[in-house]
Every structure is written in structure tokens, then in C-alpha cells.
């Protein structure tokens, strides 16, 4: 089974080298899964969240619209899997060609779905198994969040 899952927010975490690590916390059946990212993908998922754009496309940015130009739509991102700390991800997508529709699933990083997800407005999903294996309760965050 999956949920839907929602950007609680980007926050930065500290490692145990004691270097601050990006981090974005999903929302989901009222648990928090936290995903470390770059900050560059940081950056990329912040900006989509506040609705602001960068002076020029980002990697996200230029995909929404080559799929777009094609003639194609992103239907949603799922996060699936979790082996060790690295967390996986598919997007999913639909095109219709010739009156036919054609899906296709494309592997991601989960920071690029999440911000793809959140330029184009889709659903992001989480895999029952990833949520039991790294949710945590919303009371382990701290309240500013």
C-alpha cells in the first residue's frame, strides 16, 4: 500500500561529525519521514515550496517542460524503497499518443521527484514499508518546524 505524503518542510539536521545536513521532512499516515538531501536539492525543493523560481531553469525546471512540450504529464512520485540510508524513487508519468495512453516509470532520486512533484502539483506517495522503517512521531521535531 501507499500514502500520500506531504512536505512538512526543509530543515537542516546535524551528522554525527557534527556538520549541518539538509534535510526534507515528509508528512505521512502521522508519521515524519526525514530524506537528507544536498543543498542544492534543498535549494530546488525550498524555492518550489515558496513558489519562486531561479533566474534560470533548474534541472527540475527543465524537465517539467520538456515532458510538457512533449506532450506528456507527471501523474505522481512514489518513494518505494529504502536499502540502508538511501532512499528510492520512481515517477510516473502518462502520455497519449494516437488516442492510446502510454505510461512510463522513470527511476529518481527522491529529492528530484519531491520537487518535480511539487512544481507540477502531483501527488507524492511513500510506500507503507518505507514509513514503517523511517517514520518517526512528529513529537521527535522540534515545534519551530
Excluded: W
Aim: net charge negative; glycine share 6%.
Amino acid at each position: 500500500m501507499v500514502q500520500t505524503a506531504t512536505v512538512h518542510g526543509v530543515g537542516v539536521s546535524m551528522s554525527d561529525e557534527g556538520q549541518e545536513v539538509p534535510v526534507v521532512l515528509l508528512d505521512a499516515n502521522e508519521q515524519i519521514v526525514p530524506i537528507y538531501i544536498s543543498p542544492d536539492q534543498a535549494r530546488s525543493i525550498q524555492l518550489a515550496l515558496n513558489g519562486e523560481s531561479f533566474d534560470r531553469p533548474l534541472t527540475q525546471d527543465l524537465l517539467v517542460e520538456m515532458v510538457t512540450e512533449f506532450g506528456a504529464a507527471i501523474d505522481n512520485i512514489c518513494i518505494d524503497d529504502l536499502a540502508g540510508q538511501t532512499f528510492y524513487a520512481k515517477i510516473h508519468t502518462e502520455q497519449y499518443r494516437d488516442g492510446e495512453r502510454r505510461t512510463r516509470t522513470f527511476d529518481a532520486r527522491p529529492s528530484d521527484g519531491i520537487a518535480i512533484a511539487l512544481r507540477v502539483d502531483c501527488p507524492i506517495e511513500l510506500e507503507d514499508s518505507v514509513i514503517e522503517e523511517a517514520g518517526q512521531p512528529p513529537s521527535s521535531y522540534e515545534s519551530s518546524m
